[in-house]
Every structure is written in structure tokens, then in C-alpha cells.
């Protein structure tokens, strides 16, 4: 006899949502979406540093043009940027905040 295992409940299709007051940004989480924003970042990391070009180009997969217009238009310092990019982060890659968070300061990016 086969044994079934049915995964069909795990593979859900979430929508993901970032808030920023009244400001709400729709992250693309699909697979290749997230592979081509990774590999946005890795391609110019050099010595363990991703450059402000990757963050940006990244997010723009991610969160569209559009969304990227909108946070231009919010006038974030630089370190709200970056929390930013760490929480879109962690919604397409489906882990929590803090752990992303943990990612980039190990990778030393900007």
C-alpha cells in the first residue's frame, strides 16, 4: 500500500501585507519572486556587504515600483529604511522579524 502525504494545506497562498501607518505595502512572496530579490543582492555583495543599489532593487521585486514610490514619498531616515527592507524580508522569505533581522546584520549589509 502507498503512504499519502498530503501537504495541500501547507501550501496555502497567504497574502502578505506590510503596515507602515496608514501605509500598506503587498510583498510578492512567490518563489521566483523571491529567488530574483535574492539574487539581486547577492550579485553585488562583495566582501559580505550588499550595496544600497541591491536593498533598492530588491525591494522594488518585492513590493513594486509603486510600493517603492510610495516609501521614497514616506522620507524615512536611514535606519527606518533598512527596518523596512529587514520586514519585507521576513514576510517573503516566511520568517519572523527578528530572524531576518539577524540575517542582514550577519551578511553586513549597509
Known amino acids: 500500500m502507498a503512504t499519502v502525504l498530503d501537504i495541500t494545506s501547507k501550501l496555502q497562498k497567504e497574502e502578505k501585507v506590510l503596515k507602515i501607518g ?3 505595502f503587498h510583498i510578492d512572496d512567490t518563489k521566483n519572486t523571491v529567488m530574483k530579490a535574492m539574487a539581486a543582492i547577492e550579485s553585488t555583495e562583495e566582501g559580505g556587504t550588499a550595496g544600497f543599489s541591491a536593498i ?8 513594486g515600483k509603486e510600493g517603492v ?3 521614497d514619498g514616506m ?10 527592507f529587514i520586514a519585507v524580508m521576513s514576510l517573503a522569505s ?4 527578528e530572524e531576518a533581522e539577524q540575517r542582514f546584520q550577519n551578511a553586513g549589509a549597509c
Open 56 to 63: 533598492d532593487k530588491a525591494l522594488e521585486i518585492l513590493i
Open 75 to 84: 522620507d524615512l531616515n536611514f535606519k527606518g529604511y533598512q527596518n523596512v
Open 69 to 71: 514610490e510610495k516609501l
Open 22 to 24: 496608514e501605509q500598506e
Open 94 to 97: 516566511g520568517t519572523s522579524y
